[in-house]
């Protein structure tokens, strides 16, 4: 049992280059996360699944896209790059919303944009 | 809008008690969790609070006041490996939605 698991776990990116991250998850769980962390601002939400082919925005969308095509996975894409997207990337994973069940993260993917 | 707080950093010795404070203003309250992030690493799950209360498990306990919007989290007999950011999150749908402060860096010294 992985877990949730992401690859790459590093990426260099020029500006304008696009790149596809992947999130994987062996638990069954119905919801899954893409949040982003920069220094002193915490994880912030890009987008979100509550379902195998649905997708909603999170608090920071602009310039991400994301599918869910099979339960297990959740790309995250980035069609054009900035140097304002390098951050942490961390996938998270839940079996239900909320209550007490805990959301499961992934070991995130640096990405430098330069 | 959406609003959680909490200290940036806290430093404490080998063997003594740190609390950290969170405050929140959200619209709606589904539960507060707690996280430990050592450096480099992914968020892990601490504790869960939805009734107002304390939540003990072995060194670590949360506190939480819903009419405040308040909440902490004790660690007590601090070791080295307590060292990490320590993160308040609110759920304020049914969609499962987390909202995180900023993250409180625990500094343990010897």
């Known amino acids: 049992n992985a877990g949730v698991t992401q690859t790459p776990k590093f990426r260099v990116l020029k500006t304008g280059q696009s790149m596809t991250l992947l999130c994987a998850q062996d638990?069954?769980?119905?919801?899954m996360y893409w949040y982003r962390q920069d220094p002193g601002m915490g994880l912030r939400l890009i987008h979100y699944?509550?379902?195998?082919?649905?997708?909603a925005k999170g608090e920071v969308p602009d310039g991400y896209n994301v599918s869910r095509l099979k339960k297990q996975n959740f790309l995250l894409g980035l069609e054009s790059a900035a140097p304002s997207q390098t951050s942490v990337y961390f996938c998270?994973?839940?079996?239900?919303?909320?209550?007490?069940?805990?959301?499961?993260f992934g070991p995130g993917t640096r990405l430098l944009v330069l | 809008g959406q609003n959680i707080d909490q200290p940036t950093e806290m430093t404490a010795t080998e063997g003594a008690i740190v609390q950290i404070n969170c405050t929140y203003q959200?619209?709606?309250?589904?539960?507060l969790f707690w996280y430990q992030q050592h450096a480099g690493e992914a968020p892990t799950f601490l504790s869960y609070?939805?009734?107002?209360g304390l939540e003990e498990k072995g060194r670590f306990s949360s506190f939480l006041s819903r009419s405040k919007g308040y909440s902490y989290l004790l660690l007590k007999e601090l070791q080295m490996k307590d060292s990490a950011s320590y993160l308040c999150?609110?759920?304020?749908?049914?969609?499962?939605?987390?909202?995180f402060g900023a993250g409180t860096q625990v500094v343990v010294t010897p």
């Open positions: 998270a994973s839940s079996y239900s919303a909320g209550g007490e069940e805990t959301q499961y």
């Open positions: 638990m069954n769980h119905e919801y």
């Open positions: 699944s509550v379902g195998e082919g649905t997708t």
């Open positions: 959200t619209s709606g309250f589904n539960g």
């Open positions: 609070n939805v009734l107002d």
């Open positions: 999150a609110v759920t304020t749908d049914s969609w499962g939605k987390f909202q």
